[in-house]
């Protein structure tokens, strides 16, 4: 098992519970989400970036 330090840039979406859903989504097609914190909020793009460390049975090669 390895550990891997991520981020990730998600749209803003208005609902807070969705917003959760489509992070936590997009972190599991990297592995299993160990912690993830928004760590960016920019209104002009409405974009937030998300830092995460996930775990993985093999290397990730490639990281968004």
């Known amino acids: 098992m390895t550990t891997h330090f991520i981020t ?28 993830w914190a928004i760590t960016q909020v920019d209104q002009d793009t409405q974009k937030v970036q998300i830092e995460a460390i996930v775990t993985t049975e093999e290397p990730i090669q490639s990281i968004v």
């Open 8 to 35: 990730a840039e998600i749209d803003l979406l208005e609902n807070p519970l969705k917003l959760q859903q489509v992070i936590e989504a997009q972190l599991q097609q990297k592995g299993q989400p160990l912690r």
